[in-house]
């Protein structure tokens, strides 16, 4: 990080702190934008994220949270690729799995591209204990789902892409559709008009 | 030392349990050593694929995870009741008990997402994966329909559908093949005919077959073989013929009761995994 940005960093903090809004947690949510810069290079400005913050409408709010933890939910992926201590491995792979499943909440804001490509990063790990059930191309191509997830716009392509290449390296993604074992669960419906 | 798979063995890579698939794992060996052929490929796509295409229509139609469950349930659709209660019970949500929920709000909006997505992935996902993960896929009939890729429509939906009649602009060399192995056919034919006759019973699917076949010969109206039912009558042995042209010893399936009439016919060995 640059002294620039590291300063611009330190104003956006303070702006941050002195917004106001109808909800208390506004200041919590800024400081996470922070935060979120701070593991970033190619990131917009954080001033641009204060003057956004200023004209925020709960849907814009949300959106920033949303890409906070796409970009958590990679930093932790990648960490936990290049950890040396498995019990560091484990833990980041632990926090990358727990961002994924965050990250539905927020699906419905993004388009069926980034559904898909959640879609596809959540039904390959969400199972898996460690980071070490893949192998070394499996990985590869896992981190770069992952990098694309923070991505403003996902393209169709993109997603259409990752599904044939996890097919060839044969990461699998059936485990959603796949008889869970020894588990029997009896459904009834009743509609209520 | 290579083996033939057929779309028994192809379903249940992907979707037997976690053991199951370990053993057929041992059973195979390495992807290099798997080949299948594309009549299983269209069967694939037809049974497996084609089967998540309409399970994501009543996801897409309703609006909800819930409606589509109910209009499954409603249809007797077991198969897709099923997949949507895999995705419940793979997402982990909390339902135990008695609940409400509020079409396509809430929990019912999230789990919507969730399948939809799931289901969108796999169908492409599996339509790759089936000759990705083999060594080759035999194709001697030169299937038109099994070279389809699932379509993407406007609305969000896959179009999986077999469009049976553009078989009859006769694209392909299923004809040609039957005709290239007559010898071999007619062996198997009266080979049939004297299972039949001699008492012991063979399936009502090779039964069809073999009618077919017959018809066809006897008539030399090869031709007819472009329709596709006649082609889906003939489907056994389609696939069993593909691995006796490709000079494939060990013919490796689920489907006990026609392969263990059709491999010695054929100078095939029947391998069967384990069963569950």
Redesign the interface.
Same mark, same amino acid.
């Given at each position: 990080m640059t002294k620039d940005q590291d300063r611009d960093r330190t104003n956006a903090s303070t702006e941050a702190n002195t917004l106001e809004g109808p909800r208390g947690s506004w200041s919590d949510t800024i400081s996470s934008v922070v935060i979120a810069y701070d593991s970033l290079d190619s990131e917009p400005s954080v001033s641009t994220f204060s003057r956004r913050a200023e004209t925020f409408s709960d849907v814009e709010h949300l959106k920033l949270n949303c890409g906070v933890r796409t970009r958590y939910a990679r930093d932790m992926f990648i960490q936990s690729c290049e950890a040396t201590d498995p019990e560091d491995a484990e833990a980041s792979f632990s926090a990358a799995n727990g961002a994924v499943d965050e990250l539905?909440?927020f699906?419905?804001l993004r388009g069926?591209a980034f559904?898909?490509l !959640?879609?596809?990063i =959540?039904?390959a790990i969400?199972?898996v204990d460690d980071i070490s059930s893949f192998n070394p191309n499996q990985r590869d191509i896992l981190r770069q789902a992952f990098a694309d997830l923070p991505r403003p716009f996902i393209e169709e392509a993109t997603?259409?892409n990752y599904?044939?290449r996890?097919?060839?390296a044969?990461i699998d993604?059936?485990?959603? !559709?796949?008889?869970? =074992?020894g588990?029997q669960?009896k459904?009834t419906?009743e509609?209520?008009r | 030392m290579t083996t033939f798979v057929d779309t028994t063995i192809q379903v249940e890579r992907v979707f037997a349990d976690a053991k199951r698939r370990a053993r057929l794992q041992t059973l195979l060996g390495a992807e290099e050593n798997v080949v299948a052929c594309s009549f299983s490929r269209l069967e694939f796509k037809r049974v497996v694929i084609q089967n998540l295409a309409l399970t994501l229509d009543y996801l897409i139609d309703e609006k909800s995870f819930w409606g589509a469950m109910n209009r499954a349930c409603r249809l007797r659709s077991d198969r897709r009741v099923k997949m949507l209660v895999r995705i419940l019970s793979w997402t982990g949500e909390q339902v135990e008990g008695r609940f409400q929920v509020q079409k396509g709000e809430g929990i019912d909006r999230k789990l919507t997402l969730q399948s939809e997505s799931y289901i969108r992935n796999a169908i492409e996902y599996l339509w790759h994966w089936f000759d990705a993960q083999v060594l080759t896929v035999v194709d001697k009939t030169e299937c038109q329909r099994a070279r389809e890729a699932p379509r993407k429509t406007r609305t969000g939906k896959w179009d999986l559908a077999i469009h049976e009649r553009k078989c009859a602009t006769q694209k392909c060399r299923n004809a040609l093949f039957i005709r290239e192995r007559l010898p071999q056919i007619r062996k198997l034919c009266r080979e049939l005919e004297t299972l039949e006759s001699s008492g012991r019973s063979i399936t009502s699917e090779l039964q069809i077959a073999l009618a077919t076949l017959q018809a066809v010969i006897k008539a030399s109206a090869f031709y007819k073989l472009y329709d596709y039912k006649q082609c889906l009558a003939v489907g056994d042995v389609w696939i069993h013929l593909e691995c006796a042209a490709a000079e494939i010893e060990d013919f490796v399936t689920t489907n006990y009761k026609e392969s263990e009439t059709l491999c010695p016919l054929l100078g095939l060995k029947m391998v069967t995994p384990e069963k569950p």
């Open positions: 539905w909440d699906a419905q069926v559904q898909d !959640l879609g596809l =959540d039904a969400r199972r997603v259409s599904r044939k996890f097919a060839e044969n993604i059936l485990g959603p !559709l796949r008889v869970a =074992d588990v669960y459904v419906i509609e209520i | -």
